[in-house]
């Protein structure tokens, strides 16, 4: 299980209040202040399995998603550098968003990059539906640059320190962020 404290899942109290508080704000359909329009999660043949939605914060990117038809178990998730998600195997979305140059995992002495998303937990039934906070540790630089963002969702687990991906294995799922209106 990951250590990750930023997950709904395994967070603290206060953390897993900001979530339901962000979960149904999000519920209603109606785009709430600051966060992006819903975009479609999809498989590598293009079906559909759910949406995310994202929110630029001074700490970080604060990412709320739902999806079916995973495989269950903890799959490791990141932002990749480019905002498209052209399947089977996601290649265009490119490398994991990192524009400070740091290597992957939160326990990598020489990362965390920016893309780190961690881990998201899936049930027995392939469904999912979490709330990332991002941890307050200062600046942020926002991944909505000239050719976009995309999350990418993988086959295993992140190990959270081996670089560039955290073994976390190959591109099952994209979806292609778009920035709040």
């Not at 326990?107 to 937990?121: A, F």
């Not at 979490?130 to 050719?147: L, Q």
Request: charged share 20%.
């Amino acid at each position: 299980m990951s250590n990750l404290p930023c997950w709904s899942r395994n967070g603290v109290g206060a953390r897993r209040l900001a979530a339901l508080a962000i979960a149904l704000s999000l519920v209603s359909g109606a785009v709430a202040k600051g966060w992006s329009p819903k975009s479609p999660i999809v498989r590598g043949d293009g079906t559909a399995i759910g949406w995310v939605r994202v929110k630029v914060l001074p700490g970080g990117l604060m990412v709320h998603l739902e999806a079916k038809g995973l495989p269950p178990g903890e799959l490791g998730v990141h932002v990749h550098s480019v905002g498209r998600c052209d399947g089977p195997d996601f290649t265009s979305a490119g490398p994991h968003w990192n524009p400070t140059g740091k290597q992957h995992g939160r326990l990598n002495p020489l990362g965390r990059h920016e893309g780190d998303l961690g881990d998201l937990w899936v049930d027995s039934n392939g469904s999912t539906r979490m709330d990332m906070i991002p941890p307050a540790d200062g600046h942020f630089i926002s991944p909505f640059d000239a050719d976009g963002a995309a999350l990418v969702i993988h086959a295993q687990r992140d190990d959270e320190r081996t670089d560039p991906s955290g073994n976390s294995g190959a591109r099952i799922a994209c979806a292609v962020l778009q920035a709040a209106k």
